[in-house]
């Protein structure tokens, strides 16, 4: 064996120590302190989540969270059969889910839903979410200051947008809401959160069931005929119905985390007051720049081994992307702290990235623009009507955001 070799052996081999990883309650919208230790350490570190057996890898640039993410040598189907280390206390994963399939099922899957979700189809209700949206301002500002934005319109807004989307009737939409915060809450415990999820799940399997021959183009309507045209089994698609409704209730966090830096930061808001023409990219950038989650999402596991910067991952072991670190890569965006709101470009992972990048992700920024547009020109002088610090944020959840947004205009 020559010198090289036993030098780029070693080298291969170095193996970075285990950090334990909180992921504590955060005030507002500050990084993650841990994370930034991580980053800071190296490219490729390990980790410990409060919950699940053992560590992970975890990769924070940009080019080696896009690796990971597109290659299919790290699997999110081999995660089921793992108690992987991680930040949620209940974790049950299904196999029919499409978060934990892998190409080409993942691809079928995701294919049923694809008109719904194209620039086309989020255009087919931008009209009737703008509708809903006037509606939510004009109650808004009949009442009066002082008021609750999230629960007066960054609540309400996206679970009707989502449940139109869907195909939800009105009815049924606060139902949805309740499941969706069980859900995601970490503080309630393994089965209260998989209960709300199953019984999601039975609600979504009956309304799939009643549009089997539906013309619609909601997306109870395309699962539906996709079940019965046998494309896709009632299984796979109750899996799908129950992740994009929860997504879709995702906006109400990072909207409320998009207008608290704006009220916290007034000549960030003053700017897209005066310049209407930078709103979309500003909203790029506030969408890279705000802290989504806590810690990091869904794991995956290296099916053979794999070399990243220097560092060997062995087939087995699991490995995390952080997307809110790859969205702060120095390498990518210069000043990566400062909201820049002409940054371009910007190729930020907000919505993740490869197979399992965001479905909703055309929606999300639909609405996202519709409220910066109703609120910034139809509320004069729209600001927080408590001091920064007083604003209370969620706890206890893995979706960041404010409990509350108390404004005055």
Not at 9 to 23: F, I, K, L, Q, S
């Given at each position: ?80 059969d793992r108690e992987v280390t991680r930040l949620a206390p209940h ?301 209370p944020f969620r706890k206890g959840t893995l979706i960041r955001g ?8």
């Open positions: 064996m020559t010198e090289e070799t036993l030098v780029e052996e070693a080298r291969t081999e170095t193996v970075p120590p285990v950090r334990p990883w909180p992921a504590l309650d955060l005030p507002g919208v500050a990084f993650d302190p841990v994370l930034s230790e991580l980053m800071e350490q190296g490219p490729v570190t390990r980790v410990e989540l409060p919950n699940g057996e053992g560590w992970a890898w975890l990769v924070t640039r940009m080019d080696d969270v896009r690796t990971v993410t597109n290659d299919p040598r790290f699997s999110r189907e081999a995660v089921v974790f049950v994963p299904s196999r029919a889910a499409v978060g934990f399939l892998d190409p080409p099922d993942h691809t079928r899957l995701r294919r049923a839903v694809a008109p719904a979700l194209t620039a086309d189809g989020v255009e087919r209700v931008r009209d009737s979410a703008r509708r809903m949206l006037d509606e939510l301002v004009d109650d808004l500002l009949a009442n009066g200051p002082p008021a609750d934005l999230t629960a007066e319109v960054l609540s309400p807004f996206p679970i009707a947008v989502i449940c139109e989307l869907m195909g939800v009737p009105v009815a049924d939409r606060q139902g949805m809401h309740a499941w969706t915060r069980l859900i995601l809450s970490s503080s309630h415990g393994a089965s209260v959160g998989e209960q709300a999820k199953e019984e999601m799940g039975t609600y979504f399997a009956e309304l799939l069931d009643a549009r089997a021959d539906s013309a619609g183009e909601d997306i109870a309507s395309l699962l539906g005929t996709a079940v019965a045209r046998r494309e896709i089994s009632l299984k796979e698609a109750v899996g799908l119905a129950v992740l994009l409704q929860i997504g879709g209730e995702a906006v109400t966090g990072n909207s409320g985390q998009m207008f608290y830096l704006l009220l916290t930061r007034p000549e960030l808001a003053d700017r897209l007051r005066a310049d209407r023409e930078i709103r979309p990219r500003a909203i790029d950038e506030l969408l890279r720049h705000i802290p989504h989650r806590n810690a990091v999402g869904l794991s995956r596991i290296a099916l053979e081994d794999v070399e990243i910067k220097g560092v060997r991952i062995r087939a087995g072991d699991a490995v995390y992307v952080s997307y809110l670190a790859a969205n702060r890569d120095p390498d990518v965006f210069p000043d990566p702290g400062t909201i820049d709101l002409t940054r371009s470009p910007n190729p930020h992972v907000a919505f993740g990235f490869g197979p399992h990048y965001c479905p909703g992700s055309q929606l999300a920024r639909m609405e996202s623009e519709l409220l910066v547009d109703a609120l910034l020109d139809r509320v004069p002088n729209l600001r927080l009507a408590v001091p920064p610090e007083q604003v404010p409990e509350a947004l108390p404004v005055a205009w």
